[in-house]
């Protein structure tokens, strides 16, 4: 079976420090996994994906995530939060046939000016 | 073209109504799915479609109807609602599973208010 664990619910940080958003899956294979943003009464964006290239995987905004199989994690990272990365952030990853995205609980990014 | 469309953006319906929610898209995509998301929560599945045809349903209750009625577009049929249906309905598309690039695509939503 596939799952993935956000570990913080909520996450706050002020403008110009580091983000790190945690994400932890566990996947019988070698799975796809995704970090999507949502603004407030939005959908879904995709910042990035990792499907077995690169384990270092750059998306849009300067947010990056590492791919490391023996952590089993995949966190998101940037270097330095602006006021626009206010958000919710979902960890995603695929079923083994594809077919299934599996949505972490979501971790809520509050940026303090 | 890299968006799936949404329409109507928002809708209030009365548990005895019917009513339509419809999705589009035009990059090519043969699996299209629906979700539900009430406030604060994930994304639950709903349906999946596979190459036009209903591949997995979330056990969701009957008076939620989905159809496909070819590769560019997604409905979801709407009777006798409740209350607690009230939530934002996400359409997405994405390749089917064996091909590259297989992220999904979302629609910005419709907020579906039940009275």
């Known amino acids: 079976a596939q799952s993935v664990t956000q570990l913080d619910s909520h996450v706050s940080v002020s403008e110009g420090t580091p983000v790190l958003l945690r994400c932890n899956y566990s996947?019988?294979?070698?799975?796809?996994l995704f970090w999507y943003v949502q603004h407030p009464n939005k959908g879904l964006q995709l910042l990035l994906k990792?499907?077995?290239?690169?384990?270092l995987v750059k998306g849009i905004n300067g947010f990056e995530a590492e791919f490391k199989k023996s952590e089993t994690s995949f966190h998101l990272t940037k270097p330095s939060a602006h006021m626009s990365d206010a958000a919710e952030y979902f960890c995603?990853?695929?079923?083994?046939?594809?077919?299934?995205?599996?949505f972490g609980t979501g971790t809520s990014l509050t940026v303090i000016p | 073209d890299t968006e799936v469309t949404q329409t109507p953006k928002h809708l209030v319906m009365g548990m005895t109504n019917k009513k339509s929610l419809k999705c589009e898209q035009h990059?090519?995509?043969?699996?299209m799915y629906w979700y539900k998301q009430k406030a604060k929560k994930p994304p639950e599945l709903m349906f999946v479609?596979?190459?036009?045809?209903?591949?997995i349903n979330e056990s969701v209750p009957s008076r939620f109807s989905p159809e496909c009625p070819n590769s560019s577009l997604l409905n979801l049929h709407l009777h006798a609602l409740q209350p607690e249906d009230s939530a934002l309905y996400l359409c997405?598309?994405?390749?089917?599973?064996?091909?590259?690039?297989?992220?999904?695509?979302f629609g910005q939503g419709t907020r579906l208010t039940v009275v």
């Open positions: 995603v990853v695929t079923s083994n046939t594809g077919n299934q995205f599996y």
């Open positions: 479609y596979s190459y036009e045809k209903l591949s």
């Open positions: 997405a598309s994405s390749h089917p599973w064996g091909q590259p690039n297989t992220e999904a695509f």
């Open positions: 996947s019988s294979y070698s799975p796809s």
């Open positions: 990059m090519g995509h043969r699996a």
């Open positions: 990792y499907t077995s290239a690169a384990t």
